[in-house]
């Protein structure tokens, strides 16, 4: 079995925070196949409670994971056009390690956002 797991995490950059009560779904690309494999939502703490993807079901392969920063940005209240101009953000990656610890971090606001490899 493999020891590589994959985690998440959310900050809201315009309010200085986490970004608590966002939904992510995490979909698992074949050459045409989009699948999806996983969902959850994050915590207080702008994480998810467990490994989006945990060492039982890890595999080396291409992924997406599909943030729903709209429906997070109109639950904070944000003062923003109609519609917003960020609404699902979608990140495709790969992981190839099949015992490395995958971190794929989200820095959200309004109108941008960035992503990294993290630790």
Known sequence: MAAGY???????????MPAAGLRIMLYRISGQSHRK??????????RTDA?????DKFAP???ELVFSAGDYLRNCEIDAADPL???EVPIRFGMSD???HYHVPL???????STY???
Do not use: K, M
């Open 98 to 100: 099949p015992d490395a």
């Open 61 to 63: 392969g291409r992924y």
């Open 51 to 55: 490994p989006i993807l945990g060492r």
């Open 6 to 16: 994959l985690t998440t995490h959310v900050l809201d950059t315009a309010r200085g």
């Open 107 to 113: 820095l959200l606001s309004p109108y941008g956002y």
């Open 37 to 46: 494999i996983a969902e959850a939502v994050t915590n207080a703490d702008g």
């Open 85 to 87: 101009f960020l609404d």
């Open 117 to 119: 490899r993290g630790s």
